[in-house]
């Protein structure tokens, strides 16, 4: 159909209501939104996620640990600095076994940024990471659908 909004989307249910959302509110009826008040808001949708070995977020979380345990050589003896930078996949792999190790690293790589100074991380990022098995930037990836 030419006319179709998303066209590499089967058919169905989730097609339906996000069509019908969109024309409800760029439509004049009871529930349209002026343009200067719309939002859009994009969400990881898995579009990437079929594409392995690394999700974009993890990506960037590994990067940012790895950066900390070379300011810090004593990180590097702690976990999960040791495994990224001993290229441990095997714990890597089982990070969700160890939660609260995860969450301390977590909590660590990013306490006291500023949402500006993320921003500005998240845009280098970006502007510079490749994918590590296709060896193209993240931004030059997208899928109309993943193979089942």
Known sequence: MADDLLPSWRPGAAKT??????RSVTEPGASFVP???RIATFDNDGTLWCEKPMYPQADF???RWTEMARADPALAQQ??????IEGDRT???SMLD??????????????GIT?????????????????????VPYTNIAFARCAS
């Open 91 to 93: 714990w890597l792999a």
């Open 61 to 63: 979380l590994l990067r």
């Open 79 to 84: 976990q999960p600095w040791k495994a990224v």
């Open 17 to 22: 209501a996000i069509l019908e959302f969109v």
């Open 35 to 37: 343009p200067p008040d």
């Open 98 to 111: 160890h939660v609260p190790e995860l969450i301390k690293a977590v909590t660590e790589a990013y306490d």
């Open 115 to 135: 949402v500006e100074a993320f921003a500005a991380a998240v845009r280098e990022f970006f502007d510079s990471a490749r994918h590590p098995a296709l060896g």
